[in-house]
């Protein structure tokens, strides 16, 4: 599990880890990275982490813009090359001059100039040592235009390959165009997420209304949020009211209605009302705040489908540059071509091998995935767990307030000795101190039958049991079965003197004092419409699913039966509840738990992923790797079906990627010349950057994916 570290964010570069600023920003040393908050957990030390960056730093609409101003510079230049070129006098009869090859040479130097870029980028992984397609690109250009160079110098050498290596630039510097474009198309889930908040809120001040940036905002401060705007902060309405839509931040589309006292987040949109809200959480600790916390440690999480990405094209650059050294030396020396024939192959075969498409495979369909997600109300704080996911066997409930809406109400009353609105009052005045479910609905029942309450002393939470506390000078027990029994007031006689269809799915909760059983409470909890379906769902994509709770067991095969659970697990202390699902897993399962993440952390740990479900715009929860905002069974079913869809995209990627490498290496090298068919520099690098963009716009039909069984 993630540490939370209360120290404070510092930012550094991934490509630069000596640079430390107490501020984001750009790298004052590359430039171009962006200044990442410095991963307390140590992942930043990850070397594999900083292909991703890579691939992320030439995915910026900066990027974009600046591989097009080239292309249309060395678009404007390739013109004079081509007019210039032997080719030209050759075929088009334009006339030759001596000067020509010089002025071929300057034309190409400048737009070797403009390809310099993929040298800055070649440096960065020399330095990296993340020897990639940069340093392909970089080598088969550089080695094409200072062979070209020398021959326009040294009159034994005849032939050059300036158009060659122009085009290959060309073309390179406009598949990394499109690429950049479509990653950036693809979308920085960051930036979605920010452009959830309004640009200014209108600040309440002593001398009136102010407009102010979103950065100035402090706690406390008081903000008018007129009808259609956007929340700019967590905070609390103070006057006013509206319907307000979570939908973005709790993937609940039903607008819900707000007023004075009531809490609202930063990001949602207030649709009809005039309000003021009084300021609680701003920046990074509001719920936006945390959300791109959440998305920037999940962006620092790899999937292993990365992993081997990254292991592939390490590979083939080195199989590549040795490729390329076979290919001259066959050519030239075994088969007895001239040089530059040689040559020409060993520099495609450079090109060719950039594993560009590889290095974007994972990265893009992590991001649309991430986005998808959190459109879905679902947060993936580890990006690993969507390979566990997918291969998932049992998926394990926690029952109360997962499957069951958690909202007891009271069936019956049963006193055994006393009074029984004092009785309630005892029960009450105890639970009033109670977190759980069951307290919070017997306080609510006694509210509503206006039953007063003493007050409490000396109150003892029993996790799993119950309550303890001193009501008017006794002491009270409130609570299961078990405690009963731990007090010594438990008799079987107790149990068969109940109305026997009362116990049976009802949870009683009862009431003593150190001598005897005074009474029981029957509370009984609905199951979720939802559950029923979830369960079928997960039935049909062959998950099984079980049940964990801390209830009778009667009460928990009630709504097994209900729902169609295969296994439940009843009675089961808190602290108890991962050994359950260690059971499961010894047996070989895959096992995905589900829980409240309160009092389920343990569970959600042992599991080999652990869901917490939090309740609306609660995506704070420390506990396991996926958060689901919603408390709704059925988005479990989507976790699955997304991380499956994930991992299949991912795994076509990686063939695409891949494929194109088998199938364009050999022919690079020379290997279909005896049947006709020979792959220029300029053509190779096309197909390099067709290959890329195939991988993109494969990762981007994602975005679309439906996520129902
Ligand atoms: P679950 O999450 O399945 O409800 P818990 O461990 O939270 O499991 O609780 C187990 C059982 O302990 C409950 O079903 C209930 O019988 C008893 N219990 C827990 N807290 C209280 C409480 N505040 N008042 C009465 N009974 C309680
Ligand atoms: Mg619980």
């Known amino acids: 599990m993630e540490q939370a570290s209360h120290k404070k964010t510092q930012y550094t570069c991934s490509m630069h880890p000596e640079i430390v600023s107490d501020t984001p920003g750009k790298c004052p040393k590359c430039g171009g990275m962006d200044l990442v908050p410095q991963d307390s957990s140590g992942g930043s030390s990850d070397h594999g982490s900083h292909k991703h960056d890579h691939a992320s730093m030439m995915a910026t609409p900066e990027a974009a813009a600046d591989f097009l101003k080239r292309f249309f510079i060395v678009t404007g230049l390739l013109v004079p090359l081509v007019i210039f070129s032997a080719p030209a006098v ?37 330095m990296m040592r993340q020897y990639g397609m940069m340093t392909l690109v970089s080598l088969g250009v550089g080695a094409g235009y200072l062979f070209s160079a020398v021959s326009t110098f040294v009159p034994a050498i005849t032939t050059e390959f300036y158009l060659e290596i122009a085009t290959l630039i060309w073309i390179l510097l406009f598949g990394h165009f499109l690429e950049a474009k479509s990653s950036t198309a693809a979308g920085d889930a960051m930036q979605e997420v920010a452009q959830l908040l309004p640009k200014e809120a209108h600040l309440k001040t002593d001398s009136g209304v102010r407009d102010v940036a979103l950065t100035s905002l402090k706690e406390d401060d008081i903000v008018i949020i007129k009808p259609g705007e956007k929340v700019p902060a967590d905070g609390t309405i103070v006057l006013g009211g509206a319907n307000v839509n979570e939908a973005h931040i709790s993937g609940e589309s039903k607008p819900i209605q707000k007023q004075v006292g009531d809490a609202v987040v930063a990001g949602s949109i207030n649709i009809d009302g005039s309000m003021e809200v009084r300021l609680e959480r701003v920046g990074e600790a509001s719920t936006i705040g945390q959300i791109q916390t959440l998305i920037r440690k999940a962006q620092q999480t790899k999937p292993s489908a990365q992993r081997l990405a990254d292991r592939a094209a390490r590979w083939l650059t080195f199989s590549a540059i040795t490729i390329a050294l076979a290919t001259l030396f066959v050519w030239s020396v075994v088969i007895g071509e001239t040089f530059v024939i040689a040559a020409t192959l060993a520099i495609t075969v450079l090109v060719i091998a950039c594993p560009h498409a590889l290095g974007l495979a994972i990265p893009t369909v992590t991001t649309i995935a991430t986005r998808l997600a959190v459109k879905n109300g679902v947060f993936i704080k580890d990006m690993q767990k969507i390979e566990v996911i997918k291969n998932a066997d049992y998926v394990v409930f926690d029952k109360t307030g997962t499957l069951t809406k958690g909202e007891f109400g009271v069936t019956s009353v049963q006193v055994f000795a006393g009074e029984e609105q004092q009785l309630l ?56 079965q078990r405690l009963m029994e731990e007090l010594g007031v438990w008799s079987d006689d107790i149990k068969k003197s109940f109305d026997d269809a009362s116990f049976h799915s009802a949870t009683p909760v009862f009431i003593a004092n150190k001598k005897e059983l005074r009474g029981v409470i029957m509370l009984s909890d609905q199951v979720k419409k939802e559950s029923m379906q979830a369960v079928k769902e997960l039935h049909q994509l062959g998950v099984k699913v079980a049940m964990l709770t801390g209830d009778t067991d009667e009460a928990a095969q009630a709504v097994a039966k209900q729902i169609g659970i295969d296994t439940v697990f009843s009675q089961v202390l808190p602290e108890e509840k991962y050994t359950y699902i260690k059971q499961l897993q010894e047996k070989g ?60 995209k991912m795994l076509q990627n990686l063939w695409w990627a891949l494929g194109y490498n088998i199938v364009a290496l050999p022919a690079a090298a020379g290997l279909f010349i005896p049947f006709g068919f020979q792959l220029g520099p300029a053509v190779g690098a096309l197909v390099m950057s067709l290959s890329s963009v195939v991988v993109v716009i494969n990762a981007m039909t994602l975005r679309k994916a439906r996520l129902y069984v």
């Open 90 to 126: 050759k075929y088009l009869g334009i006339p030759d001059f001596v000067a020509r090859p010089y002025l071929e040479f300057a034309i190409a130097t400048i737009i070797f100039y403009f390809g310099l870029v993929f040298f800055q980028h070649a440096r960065h992984e020399i």
């Open 425 to 480: 009052g005892i029960a009450g005045a105890i639970e009033a101190h109670s977190s759980h479910v069951i307290g919070l609905s017997i306080v609510e029942y006694l509210k509503k039958n206006n039953i007063s309450t003493p007050t409490a002393t000396e109150v003892k939470n029993l996790a799993g049991r119950g309550m303890k506390a001193r009501v008017s000078d006794e002491i009270y027990w409130v609570g299961n």
């Open 589 to 648: 399962n895959v096992v995905v738990m589900a829980g409240d993440g309160v009092n389920d952390a343990p569970a959600l740990t042992q599991a080999d992923a652990g869901v917490a479900i939090g309740t609306g715009t609660d995506v704070a929860v420390e506990a396991g790797d996926i958060v689901l905002t919603q408390s709704n069974p059925q988005h479990i079913v989507r976790l699955i079906i997304l991380s499956r869809k994930v991992y299949s």
